[in-house]
């Protein structure tokens, strides 16, 4: 108890929660960090397909829950509408904003789930069922807290007092709830006196390693240091680097798991130094219906995020060709074991996924 007195920004920060009236989703948008912490309410389809677009909500596990959250708000406010009216309408909703972004699985994941809770309430009045979605999204997001939770705890037994992690991208709190999934044993450990050090990439284009990683991190008081990606390999060769931590976005059967654009290029630098390399994640984000990474569909976000976002003025001609695809697949074998709320699966990972998630 002490302990989490020590650390309260793991457990306060309520970054993406359903506004009392029940009518809009309350966000802290990540655009704006980390230098202004800035709270916002959208409610329209439009504004909540845009946060997630936009960035402003991110971090797979995270877009599920605003889902879940959006999808209540949305029934909230269509309460006045006739039953299949509102059904239909509802469908409209969650296939709109499932079509937001397509790489990350827990949004389908999340929204299928409130689709789910309309079909088999579909004989109540329209009010009920609003009040069942409401319910199921405040599920959805607890349920993640306590997936974090187990993950931290199971990523905590990995390591030993005082190694160096490195990580790419943004897999705490911000991209969660509470934990993280990537940084919640780093987190974890803070909490509990197991201290660890931590290398964040600062992960081009949007640079989510510099300005969420590092923030979290620091926030926490956690030992932290701010690299640029090309630098992973340096601090790997001096052997400031004993593990490598990172998130995920969809895992397939066979162990495949797409991640932030860069994740691949690190887990063949681990391979090549010989560090342990892991991916960290909920349920929510195993897909077994994928059978490998070939078949996740990556993003693919605009050129300007290249060109010249970040940048006083552009730094490429305007019409320079520009490839800015927003994930990567890394390939199961350079993944030493896949840590997720139900336990640590190691290689095999076709066989072993299977044990735990069919
Ligand atoms: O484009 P983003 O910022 O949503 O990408 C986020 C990542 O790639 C994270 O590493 C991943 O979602 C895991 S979050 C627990």
Same mark, same amino acid.
């Given at each position: 108890m002490e302990n989490e007195m020590k650390n309260p920004y793991v457990r306060g920060i309520e970054h993406v929660s359903l506004a009392a009236d029940g009518k809009s989703v309350r966000i802290l948008d990540q655009t704006q960090l980390p230098m202004r912490e800035v709270y916002l309410n959208v409610a329209t389809p439009e504004e909540c397909y845009d946060a997630v677009k936009k960035l402003m909500v991110r971090g797979a596990p995270c877009i599920g829950i605003f889902a879940g959250y959006a999808m209540a708000a949305f029934a909230e406010q269509r309460k006045e509408l006739d039953l299949p009216e509102f059904l239909m309408e509802m469908k409209r909703l969650s296939s709109y904003l499932n079509s937001s972004r397509p790489t990350a699985v827990n949004l389908s994941w999340a929204l299928r789930r409130m689709e789910n809770v309309m079909d088999e309430n579909a004989g109540l009045p329209v009010p009920e069922i609003a009040e069942r979605l409401r319910e199921e999204s405040i599920k959805i997001h607890e349920e993640d807290i306590e997936m974090c939770r187990k993950i931290a705890e199971y990523g905590l037994s990995l390591v030993k007092e005082g190694d160096g992690i490195l990580t790419h991208c943004n897999a705490g709190p911000?991209?969660?709830? *509470?934990? &993280?999934?990537? #940084?919640?044993?780093?987190? $974890?450990?803070?909490?509990?006196?197991?201290?660890?050090?931590?290398?964040?990439?600062?992960?081009?284009?949007? *640079?989510? &390693?510099?300005? #969420?990683?590092?923030?979290? $991190?620091?926030?926490?008081?956690?030992?932290?240091?701010?690299?640029?990606?090309?630098?992973?390999?340096?601090v790997m060769k001096n052997g400031w680097v004993q593990d490598c931590f990172v998130g995920c976005d969809r895992v397939a059967a066979n162990g495949d798991f797409a991640n932030k654009i860069g994740t691949s290029g690190v887990a063949i630098l681990a391979k090549h130094y010989g560090i342990p390399f892991y991916t960290l994640g909920p349920s929510s984000t195993i897909d077994m219906n994928c059978p490998t990474g070939d078949d996740i569909k990556i993003e693919l976000r605009d050129p300007e995020e290249i060109r010249e976002m970040w940048y006083k003025e552009p730094m490429a001609l305007p019409d320079v060709k520009c490839y800015n695809p927003a994930f990567d697949v890394t390939d199961h074998t350079l993944v030493t074991a896949i840590v997720t709320d139900r336990g640590i699966v190691y290689p095999p990972f076709e066989e072993n996924l299977k044990k735990l998630f069919r």
């Open positions: 911000l991209a969660t709830s *509470l934990y &993280g999934t990537a #940084l919640g044993p780093i987190l $974890l450990g803070e909490e509990t006196g197991k201290r660890l050090r931590v290398f964040s990439d600062e992960t081009r284009p949007l *640079l989510q &390693g510099a300005r #969420l990683t590092s923030y979290e $991190l620091k926030k926490a008081g956690v030992d932290v240091t701010l690299i640029c990606d090309n630098m992973a390999s340096i």
